[in-house]
């Protein structure tokens, strides 16, 4: 699935990786957090309230292991990354995700965020449009 081992070595890496661990220490969700501008970002069907910036963290990708959904992790995920902004002076955050993914979307929508309209990836994808969304800080 995704993301998978190859995609998170590299946020491990890049260190923009992080992790929600559960009282055996065992890893239960990841969130990915980048500060700066991101290329797919710049074009838009729709508006940016702060148009792309080196003072924006983009969230790309959280992600909670087969058997501990419905535990409101993605909102634990989405409240450390506003944490983290704020801590890092950032502007706002941006995030992007699949039209089918109602989840991601009520969790952005449930912590403050703001759809702003459609990007498309620049990138080889059967369907690279995603939702994108707004937290002015």
Known sequence: ?????????????????????????????????????????????????????????QIHRIAVREGYHNQKLGDTLMKFAITKAKELNCISIKVDTHKVNYPMQHICLSNGFVYRGIITLKRDEIDPTRLAYELTL
Do not use: H, Q, R
């Not at 260190?15 to 239960?28: A, K, Q, R």
């Not at 290329?39 to 309230?49: A, D, F, R, S, V």
């Open 1 to 57: 699935g995704y993301p998978n081992e190859n995609t998170m070595m590299n946020d491990i890496k890049s260190s923009s990786c992080y992790g929600l661990f559960n009282e055996d220490n065992y890893l239960i969700a990841i969130v990915s957090l980048v500060k700066g501008i991101d290329p797919n970002y710049l074009e838009i069907e729709g508006e940016w309230k702060n148009f792309p910036s080196k003072n924006d963290l």
